[in-house]
């Protein structure tokens, strides 16, 4: 009986495929390698998004062969599909390479006991036409569960490899989306977060009719109990059809994240983005308007080749004034394959460095702002798993307020009716309503 570890870089999508290979290898006889446990198997699921992404990747490869000297090493996720031949140089030991359009077929060719040196399932990933069906039967302890519906983008924004180590859009035929959804439901998740690498893309290869809306809309209908989330979509892909039925639907959850990048119309036609900051501002307005409770978090990418003062303050300037929740601010990292690595004017790190901070802190200010609008409301928190550092319970609301409050175990994986009570910074802390009604 082989002991398998494995480990995880990066994305939703990723969190999702490493499940569906523990699926895999337990239907297979084997068993998951406890933390102290020497394992036979290590399956290391990589991220390329950026250099700091590849680097780790690169770490936690060596640093699992040293803890772990005897296993088979097995590589796949976007690190593996971009630099399968730089990983063959700098590793000194044989390996299975498998990349992201071979996953379904992962298992199988780490269990094989091949005499050869390498074994590498790479293959051209832009030719994919079909998503890679990946089962899962366990998404580990956790809460929530990622239910991925999608992989691939063929939108080419010039700072992104992930097309290049993705392949084109591929979605999953809905029914089958929905055969997931009812596992995950069996296993007693309480939320899904509909996931992919370009979810607002979902259908849109299939022949069925269906499209994200539609998909959601037969996943919240299908599980009334469930809370369902959606993880990014695009601003240009953000319908009113989508934001009446966030509203209409109890458990399609009032939180939005949205990609803008640049505040700077010119930096965003060189990013190949597709709209115009007057654009993204107007679906902001829209979503707002729909849904004023909602969530809105905000993807910003910072230091793009080319981006001056001026145009860093353009961005500030408009976030400043979007009333949106949170920021998820990165600096640009140039990934060799894309257009923009090959761009001029490449800014120094310590300038990205300084503009990242610069806008963490915003984010701070937006948080802090936004969860005291709800300071005395009463919200829908789903409990997790993990109790807080202070061992107090914690969890999010519907519209994704992080919130603290002291409870018994029993109300980890329910939904508590919680007054939020107090806010300091980015910390929130409220108290059950049911415990009024104590005694």
Not at 52 to 72: E, F, I, N, Y
Not at 403 to 412: A, D, E, I, W
Request: aromatic share 6%.
């Amino acid at each position: 009986m082989k002991k398998i570890a494995i480990t995880t870089l990066g994305c939703k999508v990723n969190q999702y495929e490493s499940a569906a290979f523990q699926t895999g290898f337990e239907a297979a006889g084997c068993v998951m390698a406890r933390a102290k446990e020497v394992a036979d198997i290590i399956v290391i699921n990589t991220c390329a998004v950026t250099a700091k992404a590849g680097t780790q990747s690169r770490q936690a490869v060596r640093q699992l062969m040293r803890k772990h000297p005897d296993a088979k090493i097995v590589i796949t996720g976007c690190y593996a599909q971009m630099d399968a031949q730089e990983l063959v140089n700098s590793i000194n030991k044989p390996l299975c390479i498998v990349g992201n359009g071979n996953k379904d077929r992962l298992v199988q060719a780490a269990l094989c006991d091949t005499p050869c040196d390498l074994t590498m399932l790479i293959g051209k990933i832009s030719q994919k036409k079909e998503i890679c069906r990946l089962p899962v039967r366990h998404f580990g302890n956790r809460t929530r569960a990622c239910l991925r519906v999608q992989d691939g983008c063929h939108n080419f924004c010039t700072y992104c490899i992930v097309p290049y180590t993705r392949g084109p859009s591929r979605s999953l035929p809905l029914e089958e989306v929905l055969d997931q959804a009812a596992i995950f439901a069996e296993e007693g998740h309480k939320e899904m977060v509909v996931t992919g690498i370009h979810v607002g893309q979902y259908g849109k290869d299939l022949h069925e009719g269906s499209n994200c809306v539609e998909l959601m809309r037969r996943l919240c209908l299908a599980h009334p109990e469930i809370r369902f989330r959606l993880s990014s979509i695009e601003p240009m892909e953000i319908s009113e059809e989508l934001l009446a039925l966030m509203g209409e639907q109890n458990n399609f959850m009032p939180h939005l994240h949205i990609p803008l990048q640049s505040g700077d119309d010119t930096i965003l036609a060189r990013m190949n983005r597709g709209y115009t900051t007057q654009e993204f501002k107007k679906t902001l307005l829209l979503c707002r308007k729909k849904l004023p409770d909602a969530a809105i978090g905000i993807d910003v990418l910072v230091g793009f080749p080319g981006e001056t003062e001026q145009h860093f303050a353009g961005t500030c300037a408009l976030l400043q004034e979007l009333d949106c929740t949170y920021l998820h601010v990165f600096p640009y990292s140039q990934r060799p394959g894309t257009l923009a690595a090959t761009f001029d004017q490449q800014l120094p790190q310590a300038v990205k460095d300084e503009r990242v901070a610069r806008l963490r802190q915003l984010d701070t200010e937006k948080k802090e702002h936004f969860y005291k609008r709800y300071l005395g409301a009463t919200r829908p928190v789903l409990v997790e798993h993990k109790r807080a550092p202070d061992g107090n319970l914690r969890g999010f609301t519907d519209n994704y307020i992080p919130v603290s409050f002291p409870g018994p175990k029993s109300l980890m994986n329910t939904i508590a009716a919680i007054t939020l009570e107090s806010v300091s910074g980015t910390q929130v802390s409220g108290r059950n309503r049911e415990d009024d009604h104590a005694g």
